[in-house]
């Protein structure tokens, strides 16, 4: 079943604006991670933030994380046309597996 | 360090042939998961190995597609027939086991078109 869900699906920015991502999710969770995928390219991975966090930073993301809610947020500062991808949370789906559940995604689009 | 590394990069197949993907992960990482996402739509699990076990294979469609990971280092995903539906990109991701099971690295995916 489907984890987590975020908003917008898309979203398109001008270089240099911020653009924000959001993202619940439906169970209890030890962490959230956030990944790009560029067009053609593998999945990265970002950031993850601990439930015990409420917010982590790295370059120019920032994540914040509301376990009351269920719901986390990346930022990015100061867009760049290289920002221009798929931007997924994932959380881990439980059991021995440790696999990851990932959010519908956000496709988004910085233009130059 | 080399990174987990997948074949093809693209593998474009007509309906009812096969397909073989390979993934070699990371040396030394126990953990091999394949994901894959279909059609621009969310990512989705299909199996984890541990070595050369099948961990969870929950997520596998149906039984047209069968993993191997003999030896416990590189696998392979047959999609047999293929479908048009199983057009998407295959992930493959690995981790170190215990302690350090949480940290995914993926590859870079194999662009699957079956016409």
């Known amino acids: 079943s489907q984890q987590g869900e975020e908003d917008p699906q898309a979203l398109s920015i001008q270089e240099g604006e911020n653009a924000t991502m959001n993202c619940s999710y439906k169970t209890s969770i030890n962490n959230l991670q956030w990944y790009r995928q560029n067009s053609g390219r593998g999945l990265v991975h970002l950031i993850l933030?601990?439930?015990?966090?409420r917010e982590k930073h790295s370059g120019r993301l920032r994540v914040t994380l509301d376990t009351s809610k269920k719901s986390s947020s990346l930022l990015i500062t100061a867009s760049r046309a290289a920002d221009t991808a798929s931007y997924f949370c994932?959380?881990?789906?439980?059991?021995?597996?440790?696999?990851?559940?990932f959010g519908t995604g956000t496709l988004l689009a910085v233009q130059p | 360090e080399a990174g987990v590394t997948q074949f093809p990069s693209h593998s474009v197949i007509e309906k009812g042939q096969t397909v073989t993907l390979r993934c070699d992960p990371i040396s030394g990482h126990d953990n091999l998961y394949w994901y894959r996402r279909v059609m621009g739509k969310e990512i989705k699990f299909l199996l984890h190995f541990v070595k050369e076990s099948k961990q969870d294979e929950s997520g596998m469609p149906n039984n047209r597609f069968l993993a191997e990971r003999t030896g416990g280092t590189y696998s392979t995903l047959k999609v047999q027939p293929a479908e048009l539906e199983d057009s998407g990109v295959y992930f493959c991701a690995s981790s170190l086991g215990g302690s350090g099971a949480y940290e995914q690295y993926f590859g870079p995916g194999t662009r699957l078109t079956v016409t």
């Open positions: 933030i601990r439930s015990n966090e």
């Open positions: 994932a959380t881990l789906g439980g059991g021995a597996t440790n696999k990851l559940i």
